[in-house]
């Protein structure tokens, strides 16, 4: 009975040991994920005091928008600096002018600076950016479809949403922002997970989904509390053909304010669609907090409206994040660094 207390006291011991590893291991997974990361570092107080990074706001001319801030962002690990910029001309400086928003339809221009200074900008979905919600229209960014960021060498800084207010179809460069319901984001760091989700999972019977408690931060440094939610919709009609795999998105944006968006659905397989996932360029704004694989094996399958464990479709939900009280950056919004392997421990049987 000794030799066994013996030995379970150095179980508990090496047990100890190998969980302080995995910790610090998963921290440092993070930190390389953000270290080089392309993102606005700071402002630099020149400017509007107190405000998260380059602070968009509208300029003079309300067709367009200004920095008030000076700021300092970093792309491919190499620092920058950004003078205040009283005019970003959307008509000359950015390629998304142009696009439209339907009436009474939603769109968001994203803003962004490259090495040399230069601001650019693009829509999420061009002409066909009629999203019927706000945050639809954020959830566009990583998309297959879109190519975001408009320049190999872009850091997206912030973006501009627009809610077209009945009047009539809006224009990027030539419409007046103000006279829309208009939302300014300012990006100061990377979209994180301090908690992840508390459960994700189909519903039964149902093409619905639900997800549990998580608190997030946004790319704006906003904490947010989400008390999770029952019942929740996927937001696409992106249908997945028998033998293929869809991988759809879910972020959060405010406590039971969330969008489930197809990245892609027509994937040779579930590795591929994984792949895609690893590799997709990551939601300035949002952190990616779970990912669906729908793989339709004998039927097709059409969100919000097949039954997610009906026979012939196989679903599997992956939930980002490392737990509670550690903030994951990169990693849970698609960072390609290859993570520290985790060291598993045997039961304490195999040691005693």
């Not at 090495?115 to 900008?121: E, F, I, M, P, R």
């Not at 459960?199 to 039964?204: E, T, Y």
């Not at 997030?216 to 795999?245: D, H, S, Y």
Request: net charge negative; glycine share 12%.
């Amino acid at each position: 009975m000794a030799r066994r207390t013996e030995y379970g006291a150095l179980f508990e011991t090496v047990k100890t040991v190998v969980e302080l590893h995995n910790d610090a291991a998963r921290q440092l997974n993070a930190y390389e994920a953000t270290a080089g990361a392309n993102q606005v570092l700071s402002n630099t107080g020149a400017g509007t005091a107190g405000r998260t990074g380059c602070n968009i706001a509208v300029d003079s001319n309300a067709n367009d928008v200004q920095f008030d801030n000076a700021f300092f962002y970093q792309i491919n690990g190499q620092k920058y600096y950004k003078a205040v910029d009283a005019a970003v001309d959307i008509s000359a400086e950015c390629v998304g002018t142009g696009d439209t928003i339907a009436t009474s339809g939603d769109g968001t221009f994203w803003m962004f600076v490259n090495t040399a200074g230069a601001v650019d900008g693009d829509t999420a979905n061009g002409t066909g950016e009629n999203q019927a919600s706000p945050v639809l229209t954020l959830a566009q960014y990583s998309i297959g479809s879109n190519t975001l960021p408009p320049g190999a060498d872009d850091v997206c800084v912030g973006c501009v949403q627009v809610g077209e207010g009945g009047s009539g179809a809006f224009t990027w460069g030539t419409g007046s922002i103000t006279d829309e319901t208009e939302i300014y984001y300012s990006f100061e760091g990377l979209p994180g997970i301090e908690s992840q989700l508390a459960s994700f999972a189909l519903d039964a019977g149902a093409a619905t989904f639900t997800y549990g408690a998580a608190n997030v931060v946004l790319g704006t440094g906003v904490r947010v509390v989400a008390t999770g939610k029952a019942n929740a919709v996927f937001n696409t009609t992106a249908a997945v053909a028998v033998g293929k795999t869809g991988a759809y998105l879910l972020y959060v944006l405010a406590n039971d304010v969330e969008a489930c968006v197809a990245l892609g659905s027509a994937y040779a397989s579930l590795q591929a669609a994984k792949d895609a996932v690893r590799d997709h360029t990551p939601n300035p704004l949002m952190p990616l907090v779970g990912v669906i694989y729908v793989t339709a094996r004998l039927v097709a399958f059409t969100p919000a409206t097949t039954v997610l464990d009906v026979n012939g479709i196989d679903t599997e939900f992956v939930i980002n994040g490392t737990g509670a009280n550690r903030l994951e950056y990169g990693r849970s919004s698609g960072s390609q660094h290859t993570p520290i392997d985790d060291i598993s421990m045997p039961s304490a049987g195999g040691i005693l």
